[in-house]
């Protein structure tokens, strides 16, 4: 019988660590129920909430799906300023329209360029004596027809009057064997002095015209380079008032996209302070939750069972009670021939 006793207090064991382990799983499973239920918490506090807001220039527009999640946003212009920006973007469109006629506007200017750099080419491609002897050959064919009247008027007055041989101013040899002046005719010597001043005087400007005609050149093509820098600053300036229209426009879109700036920063304030908030909660719960843990993890009645399956009196009482015998059970040792009651068996191996 003593296989009865140790059966009876194995059982007695194992159904009070059963009836433990129950209590310590639903222990368990609660809390972790409470934290659960404090993550949530903590969770919803922290989600982004915005905030729809109506300004002067328009008003912000969020969308939630039905579990409360953000899940479209928008803005929508006051009456006002859309009509504002209707009313600019189309002036916009006209002024595209004009930028590109441009190209075309401006052409002039890119073939009056090319012209400079080759006309300053023609007046830089002469040397200064050139354009000197130039001047002077071209002064001289408009003086002739002058000067040769005034010779024809003066040789025939000589000849009316008697002196058309007569010659006077004539010197001898100079000291030093130089030849003297030749004797000449009055008048002819002065025609003939004058013209000497004349060509000299020319001679001087013909200098003067050749520096001229280098700076004039040297300015042509200075100038190419400018009528190239206006067309594309033309250019550039006929996008200017489109670029303006867009500008405007954009700028009376940010004032009606400010609803929904605003609308988002205070939903992300109310977040930040929620998910604080949550923290304590979710703090909070968890440290209640581990609290009541080891309490709800207690089962008396188990551990009563399982203390009665270590108490030699209460399992002996039992297996005199299964076994129908009230005789005293052998307190000598236990052969093979003599078990717990002191009764003769044989040995036999279990």
Excluded: C, H, W
């Amino acid at each position: 019988m003593a296989f009865m006793g140790a059966l009876i207090g194995g059982g007695l064991g194992l159904l009070g660590s059963s009836m433990q382990a129950d209590s310590n799983r639903a222990a368990a499973q609660a809390a972790a129920d409470a934290q659960r239920y404090a993550a949530d918490k903590a969770a919803e506090e922290a989600r982004f909430r915005p905030v729809g807001i109506t300004t002067r220039f328009g008003k912000s527009d969020f969308q939630f799906d039905p579990e409360g999640r953000l899940s479209g946003a928008g803005y929508e212009l006051s009456p006002e300023l859309k009509a504002y920006q209707d009313r600019i973007m189309g002036i916009t469109g006209r002024s595209l329209s004009e930028a590109e006629l441009a190209p075309s506007r401006y052409a002039p200017l890119l073939g009056g360029s090319e012209r400079l750099f080759n006309l300053g080419e023609s007046y830089l491609g002469q040397s200064p004596e050139e354009v000197a002897q130039r001047y002077m050959l071209n002064q001289q064919n408009l003086l002739a027809p002058t000067r040769e009247r005034q010779l024809a008027g003066l040789r025939n007055q000589n000849f009316q009057t008697g002196r058309e041989g007569l010659s006077v101013g004539g010197t001898g040899l100079r000291p030093g064997g130089g030849m003297g002046l030749m004797a000449s005719n009055p008048e002819m010597e002065a025609y003939y002095n004058a013209i000497a001043q004349q060509d000299a005087t020319l001679a001087a400007n013909a200098e003067q015209e050749a520096r001229n005609q280098i700076s004039f050149g040297g300015n042509l093509y200075n100038l190419a380079p400018t009528l190239l820098s206006n067309r594309t600053q033309g250019l550039v300036g006929g996008y200017a008032p489109f670029s303006t229209g867009l500008g405007i426009s954009s700028t009376m879109e940010t004032l009606g996209q400010s609803p929904l700036d605003i609308g988002a920063q205070l939903g992300g304030r109310t977040a930040s302070a929620g998910a604080n908030a949550g923290q304590f909660l979710y703090g909070g719960g968890i440290n209640a939750a581990r609290s009541l843990q080891p309490s709800m993890g207690l089962s008396p009645f188990g551990d009563s069972i399982s203390g009665l399956s270590s108490n030699r009196q209460f399992t002996s009482g039992l297996e005199k009670m299964f076994s129908g015998s009230g005789a005293t059970p052998y307190t000598g040792p236990i052969s093979e021939s003599t078990n717990y009651f002191g009764e003769y068996t044989p040995y036999t191996p279990y």
